[in-house]
């Protein structure tokens, strides 16, 4: 499995984990303001919205690049099998991501009489996206039948009630992340009206995360069992309570009117989610038999791509810092306005 | 061999024009040895050479006149005539695709030049493929064809626009304070709104 007894498979498998956290964390918020433009009618303040976003939003699409290139690279089986499973919620993905990409750039140029159109590709690329990746997670987490190294289930299994409630759940998810970003990032009429917009958004996630669980648990009765065990339970417990205070966290600095507090608690949120999936799920990478050692691929290409992971991870995360500390504080109409 | 009509079934170049030992001084970097020939491969493991026969002569052509026009244009500037020749402008302008014809025409190359490998020797591109069915396979690309039909025709329309417009003297002035961090989109540098249809 490794080379000199450090396991390559196990940091591989770490890299691509924190690389798709950071995806879903960081275009979570930007796919959020596409999901919250049908709010937002004015012209001006949707100029806003995007324009919180206009500097970093294709930054933050790195991280998927990343994940894609290092499950190429390191775990081929799960790649192969995993993008032939979800191969048409992928192409969806890629499609309402080309749409909002697209309008991101258009619609500043666009004549006010056309600009709707590209509010409606911002908005319905958005939600394509967004949807397309709940139902993607949402299958993943169902199992992926694999039988002799390669796919052995239907090009639909992922049209299934369960993956689809998925898409909804993560189109709140992203909603929620969106509206705390933008207390963050503006000001005036269009952060108050967040404001009422993040109490409900908060609550409603809560519940589909109740409503998730529960039916994930019932169709993997083996889930409950394993988060019973001695050991787990506790890792469970915790992290239910650790949501639970976050949630009263964030709803308490919504009342008192903090800017960054509310977003920050909606990013722990997400990544309390995130840890209690990636738990649930390990150490399979193909959910429910194949795990990261049996998808890996041979030791000496893990470590030739980790070389180069080890350079080009810190060199992303310094422009990704440096990228958000420039365009710091709150973005007032006119301003960007080219 | 520098032109020639291919012709696949007789395995031959019908009306060849050929610099003799150009290509194994370019490959082999000597003069006399030899470069492996098509018709030492089995005829199953050839990729469609009237293709990539083609679309390398597109791509190299296109890269020759590229340097060619260039050269014309530094002449054109020492004589001093480089804004006057109308001719030369009339040629700079029908260039303008070139970059994107000579990418594509070497992406062609490639990509037909590999077949019937995915991975040479290893993987047919026919065992490469996935399982899924036609509808899938037709859907997705039928899907791509239009999206990108729809997002390339308005993006050329706009780049229509800016060169009709033609260039515009360029104003300069500093952005005070607050400005420098206020965000810009790659395209912000044109100014002109899309075309009113």
Not at chain 1, 177 to 206: C, D, H, N, Q, Y
Not at chain 1, 273 to 281: D, K, R, T
Not at chain 2, 59 to 85: E, F, N, P, T
Not at chain 2, 114 to 126: C, D, E, I, K
Request: one cysteine or more.
């Amino acid at each position: 499995m490794g080379i000199q007894g450090i396991d390559l498979s196990l940091i591989w498998g770490v890299i691509i984990a924190f690389g798709v956290m950071m995806y879903v964390i960081m275009d979570g918020f930007d796919l959020g303001l596409g999901i919250l433009f049908p709010l937002i009618p004015d012209e001006q303040e949707r100029d806003v919205m995007m324009n919180t976003v206009a500097p970093v939003w294709d930054g933050n699409e790195t991280w998927l690049v990343l994940g894609g290139a290092a499950l190429y690279g390191a775990f081929p089986l799960a790649y192969g099998v995993i993008l032939e499973a979800l191969y048409l919620p992928l192409i969806l993905m890629l499609c309402g991501l080309i749409f909002r990409g697209v309008a991101f750039e258009f619609r500043f140029k666009s004549s006010p009489q056309k600009r709707h159109w590209w509010d409606k590709a911002f908005i319905g690329g958005s939600l394509l996206a967004t949807f397309s990746q709940g139902v993607v997670i949402g299958a993943y987490v169902s199992g992926i039948p694999v039988v002799d190294r390669q796919f052995a289930g239907g090009g639909l299994d992922w049209l299934a009630p369960f993956p689809l409630v998925c898409g909804v759940g993560l189109v709140i998810a992203y909603a929620l992340l969106g509206s705390t970003w933008l207390l963050v990032k503006t000001e005036g009429m269009l952060e108050s009206r967040m404001r009422l917009f993040t109490r409900p958004l908060a609550l409603l996630l809560m519940a589909m995360v109740l409503v998730i669980g529960v039916w994930t648990l019932q169709l993997h009765p083996e889930l409950a069992t394993r988060w019973s065990t001695h050991g787990h339970l506790q890792v469970f417990a915790g992290l239910v309570v650790l949501a639970l205070l976050a949630l009263f966290g964030l709803l308490r600095t919504l009342r008192q009117r903090h800017t960054h507090w509310p977003f920050v608690f909606t990013l722990v949120l997400m990544l309390l989610g995130y840890i209690g999936l990636a738990l649930s799920i390990w150490p399979n990478i193909i959910p429910p038999s194949v795990s990261i050692w049996a998808a890996a691929s041979p030791p000496s290409s893990q470590l030739f791509a980790l070389i180069g992971a080890l350079f080009i991870l810190p060199v992303i995360l310094m422009y990704t810092f440096w990228s958000y500390y420039v365009f710091r504080g709150k973005v007032r109409i006119g301003d960007g306005y080219h | 061999m520098l032109f020639g009509i291919p012709d696949m079934q007789a395995e031959k170049t019908k009306y060849a024009l050929e610099i003799p030992y150009l290509g194994s001084l370019i490959l082999t970097h000597s003069l006399d040895k030899q470069i492996p020939a098509l018709k030492s491969f089995p005829k199953e493991d050839r990729p469609n050479s009237t293709v990539i026969f083609w679309s390398f002569r597109v791509m190299a052509g296109l890269g020759m006149l590229m340097i060619l026009v260039g050269l014309l244009g530094l002449a054109l500037r020492w004589g001093g005539k480089l804004y006057q020749h109308r001719g030369f402008q009339r040629l700079v302008l029908l260039m303008g695709p070139s970059g994107l014809i000579a990418l594509l025409a070497g992406w062609i190359t490639t990509e037909v030049g590999r077949q019937p490998w995915v991975v040479y020797g290893l993987l047919r591109t026919h065992d490469a493929a996935s399982h899924h069915s036609v509808a899938q396979m037709s859907t997705s690309l039928a899907l791509f064809v239009v999206i990108y039909f729809t997002v390339f025709s308005v993006g050329i329309g706009y780049m229509m626009k800016l060169v009709k417009k033609g260039p515009q003297p360029h104003h300069e002035h500093p952005p005070a304070g607050d400005e420098l961090q206020a965000p810009r989109r790659p395209i912000s540098a044109a100014t002109a709104p899309m075309k009113e249809h």
